[in-house]
């Protein structure tokens, strides 16, 4: 054991909707890797949380008809909320911040005080072009078609007074960092980043914001609230207690590793060093800019109802299965596209046909052949030599490839022992060994190289599905031998070793009928997706006096007759109960004829401010019920009883 120490990071995810695939895939990455550097001996700090603050969640909490502290407490803390996620796929985190706990806030406060007092954050005016779902202002020359170049979408112009971060003072220490090679990763990102960032000139960064509320307050001026960036890019060092009491780890365990998707990696790649630098403080160790999990070559999203419910497929296949089928799946540099078949497959190929079987089969005939306990004779032969040296060779591979944070690769080392492995299994026959009880030495050698080689397996796919291991350990007798320093020898497991044959780990999934499973799953929650995104959300709430003051009546149609030279106005005469008719105009022509109105009882508005339509008066206003979809505009006219006399107030 040793105690250097590894401090590795995943974004902080926004808490504005439930997190889907894709958020998951970088923390089981993440989550690979604190175990496996624990595995190694480092003393390690996982750090996940969530990003809690800005306009688009004051928004969404508006829209849920809750305070967004209400309504980011049930994201992350509710049921089936992101820590109910991340406990259930098994994730090791040590720490959990979120950016509206205590600590933070006052660190980010002093963070932002120390930058303005440097000199490094001043008072300016902010005038540009603005991404409300990004939260990000744009130049003209950064804009791609007129739209915003992260998300593609609209944007407006924008002014506000606002602080400024000098981002452009680090310009040339940050380019340094990204061409010194080892700090941003894959290396293809370095070139983007100085290109299309650094090169066109890089400007000082709007880092405060009096459009919205929900957010840190600067402290020494009321009505601005630091910028998203700013509070949430800083999560990686308040979390270890920097400039708070909460936590003292700074000094061991600051700088990080941190692991973000390609769309922040300008963040982190740029904004984030010049921060560091103004504050004086180590810069990562490095950036990992991870690809995306796409779905027939596009980005998930909730409108086009695709986006991938990690709870829905572990529940049908396995936590492990899943964690596994991820990392072993994409290679984590580039973008991976999502399929349910690559995943079922993947599972049966790797999961339930090569280890599953080789563990299940192996433990079998140690069972059958020596009652469960290897005798200690051996008898060795030139066959096993291929997989005893792949056996010792696998781990530094695997090594190599998981300091690079190439995931798939180490996977596929792994992989590559278990093939050999059964294929060992191919060349010796150990079914015909067995009937020679001469041969009883060299039938146990089998059984031992396989049990080794299982062994070694096992320890390297901890940190990838760590229960599974756990138990595949427990049968083959190996739980005390799985360290990191066995897994690059041979001969660890005691010669006379027991096993225990348990149940199927991964059992074989039928295709088709876990297709259709989903595809049942999925509907059964498309209702609520409908609800969700066909109809306007509910307006924010009103008082009972507000609402009593809109005058709602039963009014009778007495007269109905189209407008002359309007397609869709239809002139109404009313009784609404006070003795005098009430005209009122309304635009509901191409749904009604008058004829069908006429007699019929209605409910009007009546003290809505008199309008001028065509040169007629409209003394208020029909209520119907109108809905629109694909352009195409359906109204129904709230028709009352006959028996309910007009002029009757509606409360
Ligand atoms: O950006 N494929 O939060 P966020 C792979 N709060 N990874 C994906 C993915 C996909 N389809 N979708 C999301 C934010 N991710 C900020 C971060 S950090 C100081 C602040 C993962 O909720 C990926 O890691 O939008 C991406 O960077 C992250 O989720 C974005 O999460």
Redesign the pocket.
């Known amino acids: 054991m040793n105690n250097k120490s590894f401090y590795v990071t ?5 808490p504005s909707d439930k ?5 998951t ?2 923390t089981v990455a993440t989550d690979a890797l604190a175990r496996y550097k624990r595995l190694c001996g480092y003393d390690v700090m996982f750090l996940t949380g969530t ?1 809690e603050h800005g306009q688009k969640i004051e928004e969404k909490a508006k829209e849920a008809g809750k305070t967004p502290q209400q309504f980011v407490d049930d994201i992350v803390t509710g049921n089936g909320g992101i820590l109910d996620l991340w406990k259930l796929m098994n994730i090791s985190n040590d720490r959990f911040i979120r950016t509206t706990d205590d600590y933070h806030v006052e660190s980010i406060q002093r963070i932002f005080r120390k930058m303005y007092d440097k000199g490094d954050i001043y008072k300016g005016a902010y005038k540009g072009m603005y991404c409300t779902p990004c939260e990000s202002f744009w130049t003209e020359s950064q804009l791609v078609d007129g739209k915003c170049p992260d998300c593609g979408r609209d944007v407006h112009y924008a002014e506000e007074e606002a602080y400024f971060f000098r981002l452009s003072k680090y310009a040339k220490p940050v380019q340094e960092l990204l061409e010194g090679g080892e700090f941003l990763q894959p290396a293809s990102r370095v070139n983007e980043m100085i290109n299309n960032f650094i090169k066109p000139g890089l400007e000082d960064l709007c880092v405060s914001r009096t459009s919205f509320s929900w957010g840190i307050p600067v402290d020494f001026d009321p009505g601005h609230v630091v910028y998203v960036w700013v509070d ?2 800083s ?2 060092i308040t979390a270890l207690g920097y400039l708070n009491d909460r936590y003292d780890d700074m000094d061991r365990f600051w700088p990080a590793h941190h ?3 390609k ?2 990696v300008r ?2 790649s740029i904004i984030w060093p010049a921060m560091l630098m103004s504050l004086e403080l180590p810069l990562p160790k490095s950036v990992y800019g ?5 779905i027939d070559g596009g ?2 999203s909730k409108s086009k109802g695709n986006v991938v419910d990690p709870y829905v497929l572990a529940d049908m296949f396995g936590v492990d299965a899943l964690r596994f089928f991820l990392l072993r799946t994409f290679p984590f540099g580039s973008d991976g596209n999502f399929s349910n078949e690559l995943l079922i497959s993947t599972i049966n190929t790797d999961l339930a046909n090569d280890l599953g079987n080789l563990v299940s089969r192996t433990t079998a005939m140690v069972e059958k052949y020596f009652g469960g306990t290897l005798i200690a004779e051996r008898e060795a032969d030139d066959v096993d030599n291929e997989l005893v040296e792949l056996l010792k060779a696998t781990a530094g591979k695997y090594e190599a490839q998981m300091d690079k944070f190439q995931l798939h690769l180490a996977l596929e080392d792994v992989f590559r022992l278990i093939q050999r492995a059964n294929k060992y299994i191919d060349e010796t026959a150990p079914w015909v060994l067995a009937k020679d009880e001469a041969k009883k030495p060299r039938l146990a050698t089998v059984m031992y190289n396989l049990l080794e080689a299982l062994r070694v397996a096992l320890t390297l796919l901890k940190p990838f599905i760590p229960a599974s291991c756990d138990e595949a350990l427990e049968q083959i007798g190996g739980t005390d031998f799985a360290t990191w320093e066995n897994a690059f020898l041979y001969g660890v497991l005691p010669e006379t070793v027991s096993v225990h044959k348990g149940g199927t780990l991964f059992p074989r999934i039928d295709m088709n009928k876990a297709l259709e499973a989903l595809e049942a799953a999925k509907k059964k929650t498309e209702p609520k997706t409908e609800e969700v995104s066909k109809f306007p959300p509910v307006l924010p709430q009103i008082s009972f006096d507000e609402f009593s003051k809109v005058d709602l009546r039963v009014c009778r149609i007495l007269a109905c007759e189209p407008m002359k030279k309007s397609d869709k106005l239809l002139k109404f005469t009313l009784d609404d109960g006070s003795g005098t008719p009430r005209q009122i105009l309304s635009g509901i022509h191409q749904f009604y004829e008058p004829q069908q109105l006429v007699g019929k009882k209605v409910v009007a508005v009546l003290n809505l401010a008199p309008r001028k339509m065509m040169g007629q008066d409209s003394n208020g206003m029909l209520l119907s019920a109108s809905f629109e979809e694909n352009g195409k505009e359906e109204l129904h006219l709230l028709i009352l009883d006959d028996a309910v006399p007009a002029g009757f107030q509606i409360s």
Request: charged share 10%.
């Open positions: 995943t974004p902080i995810y926004y997190l889907h695939i894709g958020h895939y970088c990003d949430a890019l999560n990686y692991i973000v998707g769309e922040i963040f982190h991870h690809g995306w999990l796409v980005k998930m």
